[in-house]
């Protein structure tokens, strides 16, 4: 079975993998999910001068202080731009990518300059203390009413440079095998448009009947997409 490494997007930590996790256990599958540098139980370690390195960082230190191999490696939302990054560095240890609702990145192009002047409007609207963004409201994160208290409580501010922070390898999407599973309910349209990016890209691309954050809202539905995309059968 599959060795996956799945990586949260901004404002959450390892925590939101949690049912998913569970479920691909039991399908015997190994889950890794390491919360980031200020993220989840690590947000005493929040500072300034944090981010988009301190986050490919993390998970290159992850993937080899862990001694992990031919991993399936799962990126969510904002940390595509994580995942990319840190599998360019790290082919050798990296069998297949699976972007889940999650950008695609360009080299030299931050977060912000992809999804363009709406959401740095928001950026600026959320930003504090000049380095830190808190949390976007409840339902940009397609966190459904049954799922948003326990959410809420614990998602934490994230480094503004994370999206402000370019882009600092080349990606290319050729260079390792990769797939892209769209959430059929997502409304931002930077996220719309990674789906089609992942057609152009010729990779497989599976739609989920769910808003932005299915490992919250429809764990089971995405541990089958998964469990397919390591190479598991009957889903």
Not at 86 to 98: E, H, N, P, S
Not at 191 to 213: C, P, Y
Not at 218 to 224: E, G, V
Request: proline fraction near 6%; glycine fraction near 10%.
């Amino acid at each position: 079975m599959a060795k996956f490494l799945l990586v949260s997007g901004a404002f959450q930590g390892g925590w939101v993998w949690r049912d998913v996790a569970t479920r691909l256990a039991s399908k015997g599958h190994e889950a890794h999910t390491p919360t980031l540098t200020g993220c989840g139980y690590l947000c005493n370690g929040f500072r300034e001068g944090q981010g988009l390195q301190t986050y490919i960082d993390d998970l290159l230190n992850y993937l080899e202080f862990e001694e992990l191999e031919d991993v399936v490696l799962g990126a969510h939302s904002y940390s595509g731009m994580i995942a990319a990054a840190a599998a360019m560095q790290a082919r050798d240890r990296i069998r297949k990518l699976v972007f889940m609702d999650a950008v695609i990145p360009e080299a030299g192009r931050s977060f912000a300059d992809m999804a363009g002047e709406g959401f740095q409007q928001l950026l600026a609207k959320q930003a504090a203390d000049g380095w830190k963004v808190n949390p976007w409201p409840l339902p940009m994160f397609g966190v459904n009413e049954e799922r948003g208290a326990w959410f809420g409580a614990r998602v934490r501010p994230f480094p503004l440079a994370a999206f402000t922070d370019p882009f600092p390898v080349e990606f290319d999407p050729k260079a390792l095998e990769a797939e892209f599973i769209r959430c059929a309910k997502t409304q931002n349209p930077l996220i719309q448009q990674m789906g089609r990016k992942a057609e152009e890209f010729g990779w497989r691309v599976s739609t989920l009947d769910s808003n932005h954050s299915p490992m919250t809202t429809h764990p089971a539905q995405l541990s089958d997409l998964l469990h397919t995309a390591g190479g598991g059968e009957g889903a």
